[in-house]
């Protein structure tokens, strides 16, 4: 006997409709690569997939412009965009070259065909590697439920590990971020087992840029599979805005991500591992984030 | 619930579960053993086929999924008079295939770079597979294979140019 029903929405509000429908418990399917196991192991997980995956709005990827001027621009991602297609954005390569990344190291070409932004977030693993990306991003969550739209900042949106604030029958349309500022660059780095399929045994994505006078006028920095709630790394990125990047404040920076990673997990199994591997792939990151070293692909394990 | 797709080009209608995966639709309900089932998971890429001509595990789709587009499965890949096309060949001529339970992934993995790019470097060779495990060959022999198809192809794209300009 079927466990569960199949149904494919048409549009956005066919898709939140189907999620509503009354008696009916119902999932989201936004690529499956996720869900298909986790049916496999919960027998009673829902009456009823709802297949988001062919809704075309749901895989745009545009830029508004804003009335305030270039600064103030937005790129929205549907949340059925799968990896391979923001891999292959020009305009995400070109805002947000660190995302595109993230999504590049997502797993293979089949898992990146399949898998959606939308899905990671939603799903929200621990080691979801897009999570790390749209945080530093400062990126919004976009959610549509039968009252309304709703947006969450992607740090608030999930909360820890495969826990979100995805209201019931609410439906992840979009991600969105603010265009970072002229002059930014960003890096994202992963450790892994190896180079495909590996889940992440830490990540790391900075974002930031210069003044005039050679000073850190902004960074963002967020290590991912590292503290249960994926959040920016205030006391270090305080650390180092105002200064002019060395060598030495790099170094240091690693050091005082360490001691907040540290601060939120205690001492754990794997701290012995985490803490040296996050101190040098922080200072790598921010290496390569001010030029002070050529090529951050190197750091790529 | 009735399942309709193209299957290797021709018109498919199967009835069959909705929480079945599209790999358990090609084995079990349809008969095309061709599609292997590794990991089950979405480790190993023994299950890939083309969905719309993207590379993808099918034990992680959902049949219902497959509705209305088109699947192409290692059956669909094959030459002109029903044997080995130029990238099968190769892989049998360069040693690219020992037990074989890899093979029907890989050559879609093949498939779906070249159809992409036909100048791939090695390392573009080795990206495209690397959600294809294979433990008897060590690879090489493999890109090797994929390697020599894509020049001959790019040969014989340069003949049709000639003959046709």
Known sequence: ????????????????????????????????????????????????????????????????QSATGVAGDTVTIGAAASFSEITASALIRETA?????????VGATQIRNMGTLGGNVANAAACADSLPALVCL???????????????????????????????GGLLTALSYLVPAPGSRSVFLKLGRRNAMAISRLTVAA????????????????????TPHIHRFARTEAHML???????????????????????????????????????????????????????????? | MKIEFTLNGHPA?????????????????????????????????????????QLVNSCLILAPQAGGREVVTIEGIRGADGGPNDLQQNFIDHGAVQCGYCIPGMVLAGEALLAKNLTPSRSDIREAIAGNLCRCTGYQQIVDAIEITAIDRRGEARKTEVTHG
């Open chain 1, 1 to 64: 006997m079927e466990r569960f029903s199949y149904v494919r929405a048409e549009s956005i509000p066919h898709a939140v409709t189907l999620l509503n429908t009354p008696g009916v418990r119902s999932r989201v399917l936004a690529g499956g690569t996720d869900l298909v196991l986790l049916a496999r192991e919960n027998h009673d997980l829902c009456d009823r997939v709802v297949d988001i995956t062919l809704v075309p709005e749901l895989h745009e990827i545009r830029r508004v």
């Open chain 1, 97 to 105: 070259p660190l995302l595109a990344e993230a999504c590049h190291s």
């Open chain 1, 138 to 168: 400062d990126a919004l969550a976009h959610v549509l439920t039968p009252s309304g739209h709703m947006a969450w900042p992607v740090a608030e949106f999930v909360t820890r590990p495969n826990r979100t604030q995805l209201p019931p």
């Open chain 1, 207 to 226: 974002l930031g840029r210069m003044d005039e006078q050679g000073c850190i006028a902004e960074i963002r920095l967020v290590p991912g599979s590292a």
């Open chain 1, 242 to 301: 105002g200064h002019e990047p060395t060598a030495a404040l790099c170094e240091e920076a690693g050091q005082v991500a360490v001691a907040e990673m540290s601060e939120i997990t205690g001492k754990r199994w794997s701290s012995e591992f985490k803490e040296p591997a996050l101190q040098a792939m922080v200072t790598r990151a921010l290496l390569s984030l001010f030029g002070l070293i050529a090529n951050h692909e190197e750091a790529h394990a």
């Open chain 2, 13 to 53: 209608s199967v009835e069959a579960p909705a929480d079945i995966s599209l790999l358990h639709l090609l084995r079990d309900y349809i008969g095309l053993t061709g599609t292997k089932e590794g990991c089950g998971v979405g480790e190993c890429g023994a299950c890939s086929v083309l969905l719309d001509g």
